[in-house]
Antibody, heavy 123, light 108 residues
Framework: EVQLVQSGAEVKKPGESLKISCKGS????????IGWVRQMPGKGLEWMGI????????RYSPSFQGQVTISADKSINTAYLHWSSLKASDTAVYYC????????????????WGQGTRVTVSS | EIVLTQSPGTLSLSPGERAALSCRAS???????LAWYQQKPGQAPRLLIY???SRATGIPDRFSGSGSGTDFTLTISRLEPEDFAVYYC?????????FGQGTKVEIK
């Protein structure tokens, strides 16, 4: 079974760093783009960026460029989303998701989703 | 950046009725790379339609997508109780790959 399993909920203070994870299984992790999507409380979906684990090619939305870092460790089939200094406005649920097809081109919808990681940033 | 505008914001319908959800793009979507997702409370989104009109694996045929260029529609032919949810469109032809703001389909 193809699945993405995300790390658990986090409660952090402003200014702290955080890295959340997304582990893929049931498919060849290297060959599929994985992305991150933010959903703030009561709001819609926001596309943050994607990474191609085979060569770590990474693309960011301008809204998130410089605010987060997306990475992947292909040896353990895991993608990451990292903040160096959290803000209260980072409070949201973060989903990782995998492209439908195992292709190098970065044009595909998200067909497999993780369960979401809730991040709460509060002093 | 392509802005996707979904309408209406909320659609109030009864089970068995037909639902038509609109997604309009601020510029033409390359190769009609337009997807529709369904999200229920507390759950991750689920891919319904990709490439504007192709159903994803396991999606019932009461869901259909149509449109091209800047105007796209998701149609649910006969609403089932489990179809009441929020629906998002997404374009993935241009970077960044943007989402619409969502349409909530609620029980009337």
């Amino acid at each position: 079974e193809v699945q993405l399993v995300q790390s658990g909920a986090e409660v952090k203070k402003p200014g702290e760093s955080l890295k959340i994870s997304c582990k893929g299984s049931g498919y060849i992790f290297l060959n599929y783009w994985i992305g991150w999507v933010r959903q703030m409380p009561g709001k819609g979906l926001e596309w943050m960026g994607i990474i191609y684990p085979a060569d770590s090619d990474t693309r960011y939305s301008p809204s998130f460029q410089g605010q987060v870092t997306i990475s992947a460790d292909k040896s353990i089939n895991t993608a990451y989303l990292h903040w160096s200094s959290l803000k209260a406005s980072d409070t949201a649920v973060y989903y990782c998701a995998r492209y439908r097809r195992g292709i190098a081109a970065s044009t595909d919808p998200f067909a497999v989703w993780g369960q979401g990681t809730r991040v709460t940033v509060s002093s | 950046e392509i802005v996707l505008t979904q309408s209406p914001g909320t659609l109030s319908l009864s089970p068995g009725e037909r639902a038509a959800l609109s997604c309009r793009a601020s510029q033409s979507v390359i190769s009609n790379f337009l997807a529709w997702y369904q999200q229920k409370p507390g759950q991750a989104p689920r891919l319904l339609i990709y490439d504007a009109s192709s159903r994803a694996t396991g999606i019932p045929d009461r869901f259909s997508g149509s449109g091209s260029g800047t105007d796209f529609t998701l149609t649910i032919s006969r609403l089932e109780p489990e179809d009441f949810a929020v629906y998002y469109c997404q374009q993935y032809g241009n970077s960044p790959k943007t989402f619409g703001q969502g349409t909530k389909v609620e029980i009337k």
